[in-house]
């Protein structure tokens, strides 16, 4: 049976709610997800909390889950998302982050709005990332941001993405996903993008982080697997997503959508609609508790 990656991501379901989910809920949480059956998280980030309080608690809460898990567990790939050189020394100062994320865009208008950062600011922090990850024997995931298109006016195609895999690929970066970071991308638009790119940077594991409306995203999963990609980002409910999408409707891919899509394949993912049950409640009850 074919298998594929799924990363949940509850840090980005998270960090835009509108009331901060105390560290002993985020904990529990996190435990359900590997109850589950998920070995690849998303499950905090270090970055100022003026800016997203929801994870100033980041490294309380690795703290306390690392105390948590039983010394028998199965190998967990737990990514902290780093925008600055300040996360990347907190993220490389917490036990139990295995993988360092970083968010780096190819378009202009969005890096300064979200980072304020230049073109070559940002690619040598990423070239900082690598020599620090490599050293410390983390991981390092980068997202290339805006990748299926550019609502900005400013010059976008498949060109500037294979420029960017290959740049990533010669300073070792070996794991990449390309995210339709306001959710605006069709089926098919994805499916073309990384069929375009994906054979330019043989030995990159490259993915995809998809944000969508709720009855966009079985069509964008299928579009992308069908192209290639074996690793996808998501989140139950589809819960979060980015503030930049100006549409309501507009988030995370629903990991339950992505296992039942999948599954329909004959694809093996780790998890099963039974075994996410606990986690799906779990999550309806932040939903209702902390979103409003």
């Known amino acids: ?35 589950a059956g998920f070995r690849h998280i998303d499950a905090v980030s270090f ?4 800016y997203v309080p929801q994870m100033a608690d980041s490294e309380q809460v690795m703290g306390s889950l690392q105390t948590s898990l039983p010394p028998t567990s199965l190998a967990l790939e737990i990514i902290g998302i780093v925008v600055n050189e300040m996360g990347m020394e907190r993220a490389l100062k917490t036990p ?6 970083y968010p780096y865009s190819i378009s202009a208008h ?8 230049t073109r070559a600011e940002s690619r040598a922090l990423v070239e900082r990332l690598r020599a620090a990850t490599k050293t410390a024997e983390r991981q390092l995931v980068v997202y290339i941001s805006m990748a299926f298109g550019n609502n900005y006016g400013e ?11 290959v740049w990533l690929k010669d300073i070792g970066v070996r794991t990449v996903s390309l995210a339709d970071t306001i959710g605006t991308a069709s089926p098919e638009l994805v499916g073309g993008v990384f069929s375009a790119v994906k054979n330019c940077v043989a030995g990159i594991e490259l993915g995809v982080h998809l944000h969508s409306r709720p009855d966009g995203a079985a069509e964008k999963i299928l579009a992308a697997y069908e192209a290639g990609c074996r690793r ?44 996410l049950a606990p986690a799906l409640a779990l999550t309806n ?3 209702a508790k902390y979103a409003h």
């Open 232 to 275: 996808f980002d998501s989140a139950l409910t589809g819960l979060g997503g980015c503030p930049f999408a100006g549409d309501d409707l507009v988030g995370n891919i629903p990991t339950e959508i992505v296992v039942h899509t999948l599954a329909n394949k004959g694809v093996d993912t780790g998890v099963t609609t039974d075994s």
């Open 47 to 50: 970055v100022s909390p003026k």
């Open 285 to 287: 009850e932040i939903r």
């Open 110 to 117: 969005f890096r300064q709005a979200n980072a304020r950062m």
């Open 96 to 101: 139990g982050v295995t993988t360092l994320g």
């Open 155 to 165: 010059p976008w195609g498949p060109e500037l993405i294979e420029d960017t895999l």
């Open 1 to 35: 049976m074919e298998s594929a990656k799924l990363i949940e991501c509850p840090r980005d379901a998270w960090q835009g709610l509108s009331q901060v989910i105390p560290a002993n809920e985020k904990v529990a949480y996190h435990r359900a997800l590997i109850a």
